[in-house]
């Protein structure tokens, strides 16, 4: 009887086991957060996507491959772009946002941080995007042979037209003649590019004139560099131009002395009530024409945090010269993001009014209310770029 119920029990146990092991199986594996991947240490925790809307961070991160930024908002930028964080929910997964995320990091020339997540990637030879970003990379860090050996293990959409045009560039630079000329005439027959053509036209003739240079790309730069043309007269997109200048713009000191001394304090974070008192009396006697910056640098250095006594609150609420362009409703998102300690979306706010306002920089009053709200949610290293830049503006 002992023996039969032992035996029992045994049968029972294996079934179980044969069942646990069974499901094991068939669990699917999660799919891999992307942005979990970091491009390097950036001071920003792993959860700095805590909280952000999939919306807006969809929206911005693909704005932020096509637009130019100022040196403050590329800063801001590739910081945070950078940093291996757990992405918002349902963007973390989407292979092709996060080949928007690498080329929103070219845009802004962190080509070092780029290439360090791509080569922690996995699967760029089953997604296109990736893959493109990656070839795009390489391109631009003057590393073309990675580039074709990208292309050539690309296992879906190669017959897309980017990668023809680079796999006609990659045959001829393997001495493959016959095959570059037979690709660079499907790649135009089906989407014809002027640029391309006389570029890549004049690289497999081996000679003739090929035009203006054009750096609408890494591959255009790629040929417009091995032809020797002149890159400087060329009309460069954000990512060329960020790579070409190989690193941020140094905020320069300003000529006037109460100017720089604001523009130092606050790249240190000390901005102090003796300075902005200056900067108001400064303000004060500025004639008409030059007033509104001088309103304008006071504006900003009371922005990052100094003390302002009730003199300089009531000369501050005064100024009329701030001038604003950002959309009220997208400002509103911003403070609200701030209030709820958003740090990534705080960020991505931040950068979305950015890119409206250009390279160029943003109006005075759009600055401030973006100086706050980094403050706010602790983006302290940011928000004083964008203060010192503020500042040297007023020059």
Not at 90 to 115: F, H, I, K, T, Y
């Given at each position: 009887m002992a023996r039969r119920?032992?035996?029992?029990?045994?049968?029972?146990?294996?079934?179980?086991?044969?069942?646990?092991?069974?499901?094991?199986?068939?669990?699917?594996?999660?799919?891999?957060?992307?942005?979990?991947?970091?491009?390097?240490?950036?001071?920003?925790?792993?959860?700095?996507?805590?909280?952000?809307?999939?919306?807006?961070?969809?929206?911005?991160?693909?704005?932020?491959?096509?637009?130019?930024?100022?040196?403050?908002?590329?800063?801001?930028?590739?910081?945070?772009?950078?940093?291996?964080?757990?992405?918002?929910?349902?963007?973390?997964?989407?292979?092709?946002?996060?080949?928007?995320?690498?080329?929103?990091?070219?845009?802004?020339?962190?080509?070092?941080?780029?290439?360090?997540?791509l080569d922690r990637s996995?699967?760029?030879?089953?997604?296109?995007?990736?893959?493109?970003?990656?070839?795009?990379?390489?391109?631009?860090?003057?590393?073309?042979?990675?580039?074709?050996?990208?292309?050539?293990?690309?296992?879906?959409?190669?017959?897309?037209?980017?990668?023809?045009?680079?796999?006609?560039?990659?045959?001829?630079?393997?001495?493959?003649?016959?095959?570059?000329?037979?690709?660079?005439?499907?790649?135009?027959?089906?989407?014809?590019?002027?640029?391309?053509?006389?570029?890549?036209?004049?690289?497999?003739a081996g000679g003739g004139n090929p035009g203006p240079a054009s750096l609408r790309n890494g591959l255009d730069y790629t040929l417009s560099r091995d032809l020797s043309l002149d890159l400087s007269q060329a009309k460069a997109s954000p990512a060329v131009a960020a790579a070409l200048e190989r690193g941020l713009a140094v905020t320069t000191a300003p000529d006037d002395p109460v100017l720089a001394d604001a523009v130092s304090l606050v790249k240190s974070g000390q901005p102090d009530a003796a300075t902005l008192a200056r900067l108001t009396d400064r303000a004060a006697a500025a004639d008409g024409k030059a007033r509104p910056k001088a309103q304008n640098a006071a504006l900003i250095f009371a922005a990052l945090g100094s003390p302002a006594d009730a003199k300089a609150r009531g000369e501050l609420a005064t100024y009329t010269g701030a001038e604003a362009k950002a959309s009220p409703s997208r400002m509103l998102a911003l403070d609200l993001a701030a209030d709820r300690k958003l740090v990534g979306e705080t960020a991505l706010l931040a950068l979305w009014l950015s890119a409206d306002a250009g390279a160029a920089g943003l109006p005075t009053g759009d600055r401030v209310r973006i100086i706050r709200a980094l403050k706010a949610v602790g983006l302290d290293e940011d928000a004083r770029a964008y203060a010192a830049e503020g500042l040297a503006a007023q020059r």
């Open positions: 119920i032992i035996g029992v029990a045994l049968g029972a146990l294996l079934l179980s086991s044969a069942a646990i092991a069974q499901e094991v199986a068939v669990t699917p594996l999660a799919a891999p957060d992307h942005f979990s991947t970091a491009g390097r240490e950036t001071g920003l925790g792993p959860d700095l996507w805590r909280g952000t809307s999939p919306g807006i961070a969809r929206a911005v991160i693909v704005l932020l491959a096509t637009k130019p930024l100022s040196p403050a908002g590329r800063g801001l930028a590739s910081r945070v772009l950078a940093t291996g964080a757990t992405g918002p929910e349902g963007v973390g997964q989407d292979a092709g946002l996060a080949g928007a995320r690498v080329s929103a990091l070219l845009a802004q020339g962190a080509v070092a941080e780029a290439s360090a997540i996995s699967g760029l030879d089953r997604s296109p995007e990736l893959a493109r970003a990656a070839a795009e990379a390489a391109l631009l860090a003057n590393a073309p042979d990675r580039a074709c050996t990208i292309a050539a293990q690309l296992a879906t959409g190669r017959d897309d037209i980017y990668w023809l045009r680079l796999r006609a560039y990659c045959q001829q630079q393997a001495g493959e003649a016959g095959a570059a000329q037979l690709t660079f005439d499907l790649a135009q027959s089906q989407a014809r590019d002027a640029a391309y053509g006389r570029l890549m036209g004049v690289k497999l």
